[in-house]
T-cell receptor
C-alpha cells in the first residue's frame, strides 16, 4: 500500500544551522508530495508541494525536490530560525477520485537560539 | 475570509459515551475530510464528504460516522467511545472533491476519553 516514512525526531539545531528532514515514500503510480507544518497548539499548514518528478517545491526558505528515482522528498532549509520550531509532516496524495492525504509520523524540530 | 473552523476546541468524555464534532469549511469549499491524529503520530484519514455523500472511508470502524449538510458544514460522530479514541480530530476542506486540490486544515478538536 501507499505509505510515507520520515526520519525520527526530535531534530535539535542551533539558529542559522542547515536543516534536512528525510522523507521517502512508497506508492504505485505518481503521487503528489507535500510538506505540512504544525506549530504548537495549531492545525496543519501546507508548507510546500510538488506534483511531478523533478519538481521543486519552495516556501519561506524551505525547499524539497520530488525524486522519483529514490522515491524521496527531503525537506531542506539553509538557515533555520527559532520560529521554525514545529512538527513537520511529509505526505502524499495519490489522486484518484478523492483528495486523501497519507501522512508520515512527523518530525519535531527544535531550534535553539 | 474565515478559514476552517471546528468546535468544540476541547472535549472530555467517558468510555461508552457518544460525541459529535463539528466543522465549517473555508468559504467556497464544498468538500470536507476528517482525520484522526493520535499523540505523536501523523493524521490518519477517516472519511471524506462531497455533495453530502461519503466518498471514501479510511480504516475506521462503523462507530465513526459523519454527515455533510447542504451548506457544506460537516459533523463527525463517534459512538461507544473507547480510550483509544482519545486524539486530535482534524477537519480539512477543499474544493470540488478533486484530487490534488489543496486541503486547508482547521485547528482541531482535542478529544479525551476517560
Amino acid at each position: 500500500g501507499n505509505s510515507v516514512t520520515q526520519m525520527e525526531g526530535p531534530v535539535t539545531l542551533s539558529e542559522e544551522a542547515f536543516l534536512t528532514i528525510n522523507c521517502t515514500y512508497t506508492a504505485t503510480g505518481y503521487p503528489s508530495l507535500f510538506w505540512y507544518v504544525q506549530y504548537p497548539g495549531e492545525g496543519l499548514q501546507l508548507l510546500l508541494k510538488a506534483t511531478k518528478a523533478d519538481d521543486k517545491g519552495s516556501n519561506k526558505g524551505f525547499e524539497a525536490t520530488y525524486r522519483k528515482e529514490t522515491t524521496s522528498f527531503h525537506l531542506e532549509k539553509g538557515s533555520v530560525q527559532v520560529s521554525d520550531s514545529a512538527v513537520y509532516f511529509c505526505a502524499l496524495n495519490y489522486g484518484g477520485a478523492t483528495n486523501k492525504l497519507i501522512f508520515g509520523t512527523g518530525t519535531l524540530l527544535a531550534v535553539q537560539p | 475570509d474565515a478559514g476552517v473552523t471546528q468546535s468544540p476546541t476541547h472535549l472530555i468524555k467517558t468510555r461508552g459515551q457518544q460525541v459529535t464534532l463539528r466543522c465549517s469549511p473555508k468559504s467556497g469549499h464544498d468538500t470536507v475530510s476528517w482525520y484522526q491524529q493520535a499523540l505523536g503520530q501523523g493524521p490518519q484519514f477517516i472519511f471524506q464528504y462531497y455533495e453530502e455523500e461519503e466518498r471514501q472511508r479510511g480504516n475506521f470502524p462503523d462507530r465513526f460516522s459523519g454527515h455533510q449538510f447542504p451548506n457544506y458544514s460537516s459533523e463527525l460522530n463517534v459512538n461507544a467511545l473507547l480510550l483509544g479514541d482519545s486524539a486530535l480530530y482534524l477537519c480539512a476542506s477543499s474544493l470540488g472533491g478533486r484530487a490534488l486540490n489543496e486541503q486547508f486544515f482547521g485547528p482541531g478538536t482535542r478529544l479525551t476519553v476517560l
